[in-house]
């Protein structure tokens, strides 16, 4: 499942480099061009769209993880792991399907 979001979102913004009008209305009806465009969003939380340039980057800073989720060092970069589909759960053999970690 966490792939088929990450594939609907790479459609979603190579529409926003390739369509100016595409881009002007994900900036600004969000939610609704991500319904559109089949990408999932959970009940209850907003997705806002924002644009780096030539002279503006962004840098968000992620939620705080739940309790539920451990932060662990894997390659050298910080990943979430959740207990019920990562190797520290005692669980490894369960596919990730929870749209939040990064251990597929």
């Known amino acids: 499942m966490a792939n088929e979001q990450s594939k609907r979102m790479g459609v979603v913004i ?27 969003v959970r009940e209850g939380v907003t997705v806002k769209v924002v644009e780096n340039t030539g002279t503006v980057s962004h840098l968000v800073i992620p939620a705080k993880p739940s309790p539920e989720f451990a932060l662990s060092r894997v390659a050298g970069q910080i990943a979430l792991q959740c207990p019920n589909c990562c190797p520290f759960s005692g669980d490894a053999e369960q596919p990730c399907d929870c749209d939040v970690c990064e251990c597929e």
């Open 14 to 40: 190579h529409k926003a480099w390739t369509d100016e009008a595409f881009r002007k209305r994900l900036l600004s009806d969000t939610m609704n061009v991500l319904k559109e465009t089949g990408v999932k």
